[in-house]
């Protein structure tokens, strides 16, 4: 009997105190998402550009550099990597999130 009543207590404290931690506001407060802006043709062609410079990179035969000159090829290819996602406005998503969205378009289609 005395477990039966405790069990009923917890059940209904638990339940009053829910509508609180519903209510409670969140502490921190996300900055508004701006549009993206339109990609301009010179944009592209200068993201063409960068990509094709990546390409020849990756190409060509690193093992005869010197370690300096490793270290400038890898500087450049960060900095073209950084003005690259500067330039492009798309949306990034992550594997697990595609992994879920997949689910959940077979299971609700």
């Known amino acids: 009997m005395k477990k039966i009543v405790l069990c009923l207590m917890a059940t209904v404290m638990s339940l009053a105190f829910i509508p609180l931690e519903l209510n409670a506001k969140p502490k921190v407060t996300t900055p508004p998402i701006e549009a993206p802006s339109p990609v301009t043709p010179a944009e592209a062609a200068r993201a063409n550009e960068l990509l094709l410079r990546l390409d020849e990179i990756k190409k ?47 299971v609700l289609l």
């Open 60 to 106: 060509s035969d690193k093992s005869d550099l010197k370690a300096s000159e490793k270290k400038e090829l890898r500087s450049e290819v960060r900095a073209i990597n950084s003005e690259l996602k500067a330039i492009g406005n798309g949306v990034y998503i992550s594997g697990a999130a595609l992994i879920v969205i997949i689910i959940l378009l077979i």
